[in-house]
């Protein structure tokens, strides 16, 4: 489906996530496209950053056709190209008037509204688009391979299928089905930009809400700096697949047995699902966070635990606690979610209030 200006996507997935049993909304996003003003021969230019993409579909679809189609599911092209070696799509003699152009296929990329004037313009008379799509943030790794779970931990996947793509590719380079453990591993090691097709399931959910999407990765074998593993938590939102890459946590010693649960700018977050785990991965204690972004545990709960929190938008909390016996002087725990938007990837958090209440 291709995506028009100021207008709210429709959604990538239909239906209710699950978390301990419970309903859990997918969340919708909103794309504001660019518009560009060219003459009538114009250059559409495919790249990632500065780098030329060969390879890939470029599509052109009259916006007055598009208005005309509106509610329909799929939009057809009046043109198709292919971007050339240097990553270059020459188009000429195009009528004047309102377009859209996009980058289709795996990765698919951006899009922008073309405003085609029969008179010259200034500047250089050419589209850039972005391929493939890194709105998420494209992964960095020095291999294609680690681990992808679900960031709701109640409703793990039982499979994800998996293909490999690169720009121009006519067929996927490699297939790959993980399993419930959610673990893959390419043995392509060539430099380059490559397309990780995902397709999860998951029971309780419902087909239009499966986590489906690409995911954007820059290989780099030689680099000192990236790890070999990739982990990956994945989401949904109406834009499509979302993914937070965040490291464990330490254990934190915690006496308080009160958590309060803030956005990135400490606004409060409430009904914030939390669950608290023992060892052997048993709910000892589950529930959400109040109107005030608050909750308490039970106060009897003691030693090694994991305590869980996911909410709609942001990233997944997992963090180790270590509960000692009730302290009523003790800091609470304060928890900062990262929120899962675009390139604005965050990872969530934790810390003990400085300066513990009195009663």
């Not at 720009?167 to 959610?182: C, F, I, M, R, W």
């Amino acid at each position: 489906m291709s995506i028009r200006r100021e207008i709210p996507l429709l959604y990538v997935a239909a239906g209710f996530l699950l978390f301990m049993g419970l309903s859990w909304r997918a969340d919708a996003c909103w794309v504001t496209l660019a518009t560009v003003h060219v003459s009538t021969n114009f250059r559409v230019i495919v790249q990632h950053g500065s780098t030329p993409i060969p390879g890939v579909q470029v599509a052109v679809f009259d916006n007055a056709d598009l208005e005309k189609s509106h509610g329909e599911t799929e939009w057809k092209p009046i043109l198709t190209f292919v971007a050339g070696p240097a990553g270059a799509v020459d188009i000429l003699n195009m009528k004047p008037g309102s377009y859209l152009i996009e980058t289709k296929g795996p990765g698919r990329g951006s899009a922008v509204n073309a405003e085609v004037s029969a008179k010259p313009v200034k500047g250089n008379n050419r589209i850039s688009l972005e391929w493939p799509a890194s709105w998420t943030g494209i992964v960095k790794a020095r291999t294609l391979a680690g681990t992808l779970a679900s960031n709701n931990p109640s409703v793990p996947f039982q499979d994800i299928h998996l293909e490999l793509w690169t720009a121009g590719a006519q067929s996927p380079l490699a297939v790959e089905d993980t399993g419930a453990a959610g673990h893959f591993k390419f043995s392509e090691l060539k430099s380059g930009i490559y397309v990780l097709h995902v397709r999860g399931q998951q029971q309780g959910v419902g087909p239009t809400w499966q986590v489906e999407g690409d995911i954007p990765f820059e290989l780099s074998p030689s680099s000192a700096d990236l790890s070999d593993d990739v982990s990956l938590n994945l989401a949904m939102t109406s834009c499509g697949i979302t993914y937070s890459r965040c490291a464990v946590p330490s254990v934190v010693t915690m006496a308080s047995r009160r958590i309060r649960v803030r956005d990135p700018l400490g606004a409060v977050i409430a009904r914030a699902e939390y669950a608290l785990e023992d060892q052997s991965r048993a709910v000892k204690a589950h529930g959400y966070t109040d109107s005030n972004g608050t909750a308490e545990l039970p106060p009897d709960l003691l030693g090694k635990m994991t305590l869980v929190i996911a909410s709609p938008g942001f990233s997944l909390l997992k963090q180790p606690l270590d509960l000692r016996a009730r302290d009523a002087n003790a800091g609470d725990l304060l928890v900062s979610m990262g929120v899962t938007f675009g390139e604005k990837n965050q990872c969530s958090a934790v810390s003990l209030e400085k300066h513990a209440r009195r009663k």
